[in-house]
């Protein structure tokens, strides 16, 4: 028996990010197609770690870059990477919803003003 009294047997072993498991098994058109764990979307957006920098801005926004060794304590989210390292992410709430925002605000003021009539 596992912690709290679940059963140890209901849980997948724990494996490395990405490592791959097995091949689909209910398709069988699919059936040579592996399958591999998952791993963060951060970190897979990364082609080249060693080169990149990742500017997402989506409903959030985040800026990431790959650093190979444990920085000293800083403002910055530290997430493990694939292969070793860490990406430091500078992710804050200014994305596509602020700039929607923005947009929608500047709208309602043009339209309920005469500064652009």
């Avoid at 304590?73 to 200014?94: I, K």
């Amino acid at each position: 028996m596992g912690d709290r009294f679940t059963p140890t047997t209901c849980f997948p072993p724990a494996v490395d990010a990405c490592t791959v498991v097995g091949p689909v098994k209910k398709l069988t058109r699919l059936a040579r197609i592996p399958v591999s764990v998952a791993c963060g979307d951060n970190q897979a957006s990364f082609a080249d770690p060693q080169s990149s920098i990742l500017i997402n801005v989506v409903t959030g926004g985040q800026i990431s870059v790959f650093v190979p060794d444990l920085p000293r304590p800083q403002t910055l989210d530290l997430r493990p990477f694939l292969s070793g390292g860490y990406l430091l992410v500078g992710a804050g709430l200014c994305g596509g919803r602020s700039y929607r925002a923005l947009h929608d605000s500047v709208q309602q003021i043009g339209e309920l003003s005469s500064v652009w009539r």
